[in-house]
Antibody, heavy 115, light 107 residues
């Protein structure tokens, strides 16, 4: 059974940093691209970042480019999202997703950016 | 960026209805459109992939279609468990973009 379990969310002040983790199981992690997608409270979904299976290439929308970094540790079956210079508009539930086709999603982790 | 214009934003439905939700892509995205169902407090669930393919475990009353730049999700004979939010996604070109979502509500 494929499982994606996110951790690392919480309350953080504007301008500070936070790092999310996603532990994957039930599939061969290093065969798959992975992504992060977020959803602000009461809003729609927004793609945040993707990474190739080797970790050699990463992709971001302009809204987070230069502030967020996606990475992975294939030996530990873990995906990361380093979020710097956080803003109030980054407040959202963050989902780890198996990319390619977004077929599996984690349960999500809440990030609240507020003073 | 490719815009996915999703309509309607909400829909009042009755059990047994046939429901169609549409996303219009602002540029060609080929077959790379998925549909997701999301219930309150839950993660999205992939229902349709590559525009017309039913995801594993999804009831056959769900179907996806494409006509030019219009992509549709149809639910035939709506059941109570289908009342949820639905989202489309284009993953043909970065940045990947979602539609704004459609909320189904029972009359």
């Amino acid at each position: 059974e494929v499982q994606l379990v996110e951790t690392g969310g919480g309350l953080v002040q504007p301008g500070r940093s936070l790092k999310l983790s996603c532990v994957a199981s039930g599939f061969t992690f290093n065969n798959y691209w992975m992504s992060w997608t977020r959803q602000a409270p009461g809003k729609g979904l927004e793609w945040v970042a993707s990474i190739t299976n080797s970790g050699g290439s990463t992709y971001y929308p302009d809204s987070v480019k230069g502030r967020f970094t996606i990475s992975r540790d294939n030996a530990q079956n873990t995906l990361y999202l380093q979020m710097n210079s956080l803003r109030s508009e980054d407040t959202a539930t963050y989902y780890c997703t198996r990319a390619g086709s977004f077929d599996y999603w984690g349960q999500g982790v809440m990030v609240t950016v507020s003073s | 960026d490719i815009q996915m214009t999703q309509s309607p934003s909400s829909m009042s439905v009755s059990l047994g209805d046939t429901v169609t939700i549409t996303c219009r892509a602002s540029q060609d995205v080929g077959i790379y459109v998925n549909w997701f169902q999301q219930k309150p407090g839950k993660s999205p669930r992939r229902m349709i992939y590559r525009a017309t393919n039913l995801a594993d475990g999804v009831p056959s009353r769900f179907s996806g279609s494409r006509s030019g730049s219009d992509y549709s999700l149809t639910i035939s004979s709506l059941e109570s468990e289908d009342v949820a939010d639905y989202h489309c996604l284009q993953y043909d070109e970065y940045p990947y973009t979602f539609g704004a979502g459609t909320k189904l509500e029972l009359k």
